[in-house]
């Protein structure tokens, strides 16, 4: 019996206990290799400028129209031009109003409304020019609008309200009930003028609360008996807004209009 070669021996068992390949030998351990990119260029000045331009005019592109929906349909400022609403409200004054009123909320007697002229209440030297930049601001909302042909005023009659004027104590009186009007400018009169009136459907009555120089409904008999359209009210004023030192809310006078009943 011939004995085992003893070289063979020890190359058949480095083979059995090496690394897998060929013959038994270990296969070279392979680096990864990393490949640096090229850097990009740095844009130029031209470029950056283009860039940031491109961004300003993104923002400024969504503001207008952010601000363009809010004035169409949730708020829009306006501009007091007349001493009609003192001493709630000046001349110079800006309020905001809420054009959800009317619409998902009801009006309620003693609110301050804007509404577009109902025809002829306004006279030509009332009427506030605007410039064409005002205008064009004013559209998308970002300046009050002039109230050129706008006014604004208090909400006295409902439709099938019947408001006339005046009791034996010479207040206004609503459905048959005198109202006390804590608004009213010092030393006015609730009016001057005797009506009766009742307000038809889809109409509203209103009166200034500076009475002894407010043209309103009282003033415009002729004119669908002083009756202001629904449809032609813009919304509800409730807040002054400038001067900050006016700042305050445009509540409504609910305890003077507590004992009315309804129509």
């Not at 306006?78 to 609403?85: K, Q």
Request: with cysteine.
């Amino acid at each position: 019996m011939t004995p085992p070669d003893p070289w063979n021996a020890a190359n058949g068992e480095a083979g059995a206990t090496g690394p897998a390949g060929p013959a038994g030998s270990a296969e070279p351990e392979v680096e990864d290799t990393k490949v640096d990119e090229p850097e990009k260029p740095s844009p130029g000045p031209v470029a950056a400028l283009f860039g940031l331009v491109r961004e300003l005019v993104l923002v400024l592109v969504i503001a207008l129209g952010l601000s363009l929906l809010i004035k169409t349909f949730l708020v829009q400022a306006f501009f007091i031009p007349s001493p009609s609403m003192e001493n709630t409200l000046l001349t110079g004054d800006r309020v905001l109003v809420s054009k959800l009123t009317p619409g998902p909320f009801d009006l309620h007697r003693g609110d301050i409304v804007v509404f577009k002229d109902p025809g002829g209440w306004l006279g030509d030297d009332e009427v506030t020019p605007s410039s064409d930049l005002h205008k064009v601001l004013s559209f998308v909302g970002l300046v009050p609008s002039n109230s050129d042909d706008h006014l604004i005023k208090r909400v006295i009659g409902l439709p099938g309200d019947k408001v006339a004027c005046c009791d034996d104590q010479g207040r206004v009186t609503v459905n048959g009930v005198g109202i006390d009007e804590p608004y009213l400018y010092p030393g006015d009169e609730p009016s001057d003028k005797t009506f009766s009136v009742t307000v038809p459907a889809g109409h509203v009555w209103v009166l200034g609360d500076h009475r002894s120089v407010s043209q309103d409904s009282r003033y415009h008999p002729d004119l669908n008996n002083g009756m202001v359209p629904e449809s032609n009210i813009v919304g509800r004023a409730f807040v002054n807004v400038w001067p900050l030192s006016r700042f305050t809310l445009l509540r409504n006078p609910s305890s003077t209009f507590a004992g009315v009943p309804a129509p």
